[in-house]
């Protein structure tokens, strides 16, 4: 049978669309089993208490910010029970294409504990935020958590616990490049070259993905690379990163790092003050890493 040209092309259509299939089933898949671990911390954590809940879904090297990195069992072990409820729920997860890395992101609230009499504390005496965690898949399937840092803002109007709200990342296509051949600190690196020779602004749009995520302390959380724009801007100045740790999937298109950041108003000047960040790069095109999420906190407000 002679085939023409459209029907060629038709059938190529046909045979990538089949070819993506399969790889959009396991994103899927391993983004639903993400969503899902989260979702049972944040039961176990309202059921058992935080500490209970931290300490089964930590990883055993996991890091949590303390103020600056610490290991996070041992600052769990060391804190006594609470009575408070924590209460939180993921708005945005993304997953590597291997399936083995991903991230959440979302509000929490906690509640303070009842009084002398039972009753239930004020709306207006909860604390509300944000978290930002980073997980990986152990051998036995299990989801963990590998790093773990949060802020506080003010009550929001919306979005907040029980919204419902949800959105997921992109899809990573996969990738051959292994992962111990990703430098993820010097993006990080080049990331603060590019915020001292051309300022924060310039920086973020040349660095950072469409639909990047940023979270400070103090303040909600912003989408955007133009309200990462003004949110470095209200910052002011620009930021060195030094990263202290990372962590990559094992398809290396997805990964992290954490550290300290030291704010410069000026490139002569000493720095005005120092930072904790974590940020999760991502790799977009098979090439081309982007910065899909930022989270700074500095340590002069915590």
Known sequence: MRLTNRSLVIRGLIAATAALLPAVARADAALDSLVASERAFAA????RGMK????????????????TATNG????????????TLLWEPSFAEVSSAGDLGYTTGPWELHPPADSTGAAAAPERYLYGHFNSVWRKHRGGEWRVVADIGGSHARPE?????????AAGPV????????????????????????????????????????V????EGRFPSLGIEAAQARFDSLAGFFEFKAEGSGI????????????????????????DTSVYLHVWRQEDGRTWKLALAVINPLTTR
Request: hydrophobic share 45%; no cysteine.
């Open 249 to 272: 999937a094992s398809s290396g298109d997805l990964g992290y790092t954490y550290g300290l950041a030291e704010r410069f108003v000026s490139a002569k000047a000493a720095p005005a």
């Open 172 to 211: 990573l296509p996969r990738r051959s490049m292994k992962s111990r051949r990703v430098n993820l600190a010097a993006m990080d690196r080049d990331l603060s070259k590019a915020m001292r020779s051309a300022g924060a602004g310039e920086a973020i749009a040349a660095h950072a993905a469409p639909d």
């Open 158 to 166: 919306r979005g907040g616990v029980g919204s419902g709200e949800f």
């Open 44 to 47: 176990m954590s309202v059921a």
């Open 213 to 216: 995520r940023m979270n400070v």
């Open 52 to 67: 209970d809940a931290f300490l089964n879904y930590l990883a055993e090297d996991a890091i949590v910010f303390r103020p």
């Open 73 to 84: 069992r041992k600052a769990w072990e060391a804190r006594p029970p609470s009575t408070a």
